[in-house]
């Protein structure tokens, strides 16, 4: 049987404020372990904890980036489990009131719907040690710094239909919350995290499959990779006539497989009630008209921008929108007059490889705006060549300085005189006799063989458009 899969993903989204979310202990990454810590994120008998403004500002800017319906009045919730990275023994979240709710997504003109986004705060971390057992450790210790930071956590509806979609998904939210300043979206340290919930069912049907919740997805490839498993694992199931258990599942990156974790909790399991410490929350209309204000241009309305305007290809503008540092300094670089269509072939292509070989973040750049503008000139007035450029662009992506000062010390200055260029073409005609004949005798291919040579033989450093013009006069001659 043929079977098509349907999931949704969950995404916990660090929000950046410099407090935590209902105390004022600080939230930044990497300090000392239960450094940043106080009796109300520790849970600490007798303490009554504050809601942190900025933490429902950033809400309020995500469901207007996601066009959500931001509710009127939301409340908190307590979420009960018992976990040893909890100490509190319920999670600060939201339940049937969330801050957030409907919206979408645009991947590739086909919109995910968003089932809600609400606000909670994080756990604590579990720290593995030692030499055995559990995770290759006999003993864990735990590291209460995250416990109580900002969530926010961004439900999708299932309508994602296959891993890739779902990579492309997690990318254009994380690009959202970046362009919007709420969340760094740093996978690596956690601040955007990621379950996904993965069910099967015949192709045409209407009835949801039994679920799997997987767990531990800390890249978009594991996301992807996860959610293909989980579909070949739950097809296996289903074909030999057994059915699908739900459960919760953790993704092993090193064997490249979900392991059974523990049956899926539903909400009666959490025992959520209202969160007695704090009020029911009042949302002014005035003050979200006041952060809509605030709002940058998103990614899909610049991608289609760039698109309309200046004729980038889709994929090109995708590329390019993916990071806000790229897309701002492109942006400038073309106001500034430069080509839009060189300075995106730059970008997408030495610089994304320059990244990728030095470990580097876009932001870490010393190129700047009136770099790429200046060598675009350089390129169109024939002071340097297309492949001289590159590697003008290689110094700028490493140091800061001027486009002219790296023509001038690399040496890289095109050559435009043509009484220069008319020897040198000469000189490489004298010397293939061989082929001269062969494009007398028809053989017009030659010519890129000779385009070749004179490049090589001036270091790169030709016009080209002079060497065209040159090698069409003197190769007419060579036939008479």
């Known amino acids: 049987m043929e079977y098509e899969p349907v999931i949704g993903l969950e995404v916990h989204a660090h929000l950046k404020t ?11 990454f990497g300090a000392q372990p239960n450094t940043q810590v106080c009796p109300v994120c520790v849970g600490m008998p007798g303490v009554l904890p504050v809601v942190n403004k900025a933490m429902v500002a950033c809400a309020i ?12 009045t939301t409340k908190f919730d307590r979420k009960n489990y018992f976990y040893p990275d909890l100490p509190k023994g319920y999670q600060i979240s939201q339940y049937d009131e969330p801050i957030c709710r409907g919206g979408h997504i645009t991947i590739r003109n086909r919109k995910i719907r968003i089932h809600r986004a609400h606000m909670e705060e994080d756990a604590g971390k579990l720290v593995h040690a030692g030499a055995a057992g559990l995770h290759g450790s006999d003993y864990s210790l735990v590291d209460y710094n995250r416990g109580g930071v900002p969530l926010l956590e961004i439900v999708s509806e299932p309508d994602i239909g296959s891993p890739e979609e779902a990579r492309l998904y997690l990318t254009e939210l994380r690009n959202i919350l970046r362009y919007i300043d709420v969340c760094d979206g740093n996978l690596e340290e956690g601040s955007f995290r990621c379950d996904a919930n993965v069910s099967i069912r015949p192709v045409g049907a209407t009835k949801l499959g039994t679920r799997a919740e997987i767990k531990n997805l800390n890249s978009f490839r594991a996301v992807q990779r996860a959610i293909q498993y989980e579909i070949e694992r739950q097809t296996t199931i289903l074909d030999s006539g057994k059915e699908v258990v739900q459960e919760t599942r953790l993704w092993n990156e090193s064997d490249g497989k979900t392991h059974p974790m523990r049956s899926k909790e539903e909400a009666h399991d959490y025992r959520y009630f209202p969160e007695p410490d704090l009020v029911p929350l009042v949302i002014d209309r005035t003050w979200v008209t006041e952060l809509s204000k605030e709002m940058p241009e998103l990614p899909e309305v610049r991608r289609q921008r760039y698109m309309d305007n200046l004729k980038l290809s889709y994929d090109d503008a995708f590329v390019i929108v993916e990071s806000k540092e790229m897309s701002d300094l492109f942006d400038q670089a073309v106001k500034l007059g430069a080509s839009a269509r060189d300075c995106s072939n730059w970008l997408i292509g030495p610089t994304l490889a320059y990244l990728r070989e030095e470990k580097k973040e876009f932001a870490d750049l010393a190129l700047t705006p009136k770099n790429l503008y200046d060598l675009s000139r350089a390129v169109n007035d024939g002071a340097v ?3 001289a450029a590159k590697q003008v662009l290689i110094e700028l992506l490493a140091k800061k ?18 009484g220069d260029l008319r020897k040198a073409v000469s000189a490489v005609l004298d010397a293939n006799p061989s082929q001269v004949e062969e494009f007398r005798q028809g053989k017009t291919k030659v010519r890129q063989f000779f385009f070749g040579e004179i490049m090589k033989a001036t270091k790169g450093k030709a016009n080209p458009q002079i ?5 069409d006069e003197l190769l007419v001659q060579a036939k008479v």
Do not use: R
Not at 18 to 28: D, H, I, M, N
Not at 61 to 72: F, N, R
Not at 467 to 471: A, E, G, P, R
């Open 401 to 418: 300085s001027e486009v002219a000062t790296i023509i001038k010390d690399l040496g890289l200055a095109q050559v435009s005189d043509e």
């Open 385 to 387: 060549s297309s492949t």
């Open 61 to 72: 800017k995500v469901g207007l980036a996601l066009e959500c319906t931001i509710s009127a």
């Open 18 to 28: 410099k407090t935590k979310a209902f105390c004022g202990c600080p939230t930044e």
């Open 467 to 471: 060497i065209n013009k040159l090698l």
